[in-house]
């Protein structure tokens, strides 16, 4: 593999983790969120990553790969019922239905990400030394 095929790969997994880290953060923001535009309330979303896919001749010219985002899924997790009669999305028991948002686990998930963006950021400091080393052994 080329060093430009390592940094198509960094690259590709630096734009999932800032992907993920958005969805996260969309996730924490509407953690409160007990009405949205259907009528239910915010439900947790989640990404799915998948490997690039390479055609034939992709494979042949060793075309480097990565990670993708290949789709962002709603989390099926109850909502939490939390007793709230004052409120005017309360039903008639005096419930609110809030979203399936577990603010603890995002904060998790988001230290995940920022760990996995980071460690790429690495990867792509040392693959830019490595070509940098590389074009002076030319001198």
Same mark, same amino acid.
């Given at each position: 593999?080329?060093?430009?095929? @390592?940094?198509?790969? #960094?690259?590709?997994?630096?734009?999932?983790?800032?992907? %993920? @880290?958005? =969805?996260? +953060?969309?996730?924490?923001?509407?953690?409160?969120? #007990?009405?949205?535009?259907?009528?239910?309330?915010? %439900? %947790?979303?989640?990404? $799915?990553?998948?490997?690039?896919?390479?055609?034939?001749?992709?494979?042949?010219? %060793? =075309?480097?790969?990565? =990670?993708? =985002?290949?789709d962002v899924v709603e989390s099926?997790?109850?909502?939490?019922?939390?007793?709230?009669? #004052?409120?005017?999305? *309360?039903?008639?028991?005096? !419930? $609110? +239905? !809030?979203?399936? $948002?577990?603010?603890?686990?995002?904060?998790?998930?988001?230290?995940? *990400?920022?760990?996995?963006?980071?460690?790429?950021?690495?990867?792509?400091? $040392? #693959?830019?030394?490595?070509?940098?080393?590389?074009?002076?052994?030319?001198?």
């Amino acid at each position: 593999m080329s060093f430009l095929g @390592s940094l198509d790969i #960094t690259g590709s997994a630096l734009t999932a983790e800032r992907f %993920r @880290s958005d =969805v996260i +953060l969309q996730n924490i923001s509407n953690a409160d969120t #007990t009405v949205t535009e259907n009528g239910e309330p915010y %439900r %947790r979303k989640q990404l $799915v990553f998948s490997e690039k896919q390479l055609s034939f001749s992709d494979e042949l010219d %060793r =075309v480097s790969g990565g =990670v993708q =985002v290949s789709d962002v899924v709603e989390s099926q997790k109850d909502f939490q019922p939390v007793y709230d009669p #004052t409120n005017p999305n *309360a039903n008639e028991q005096g !419930y $609110v +239905l !809030y979203p399936n $948002v577990d603010t603890t686990e995002e904060m998790v998930d988001l230290m995940a *990400a920022s760990n996995a963006y980071s460690t790429n950021l690495t990867a792509l400091s $040392v #693959t830019k030394a490595m070509i940098d080393k590389t074009l002076k052994l030319g001198d």
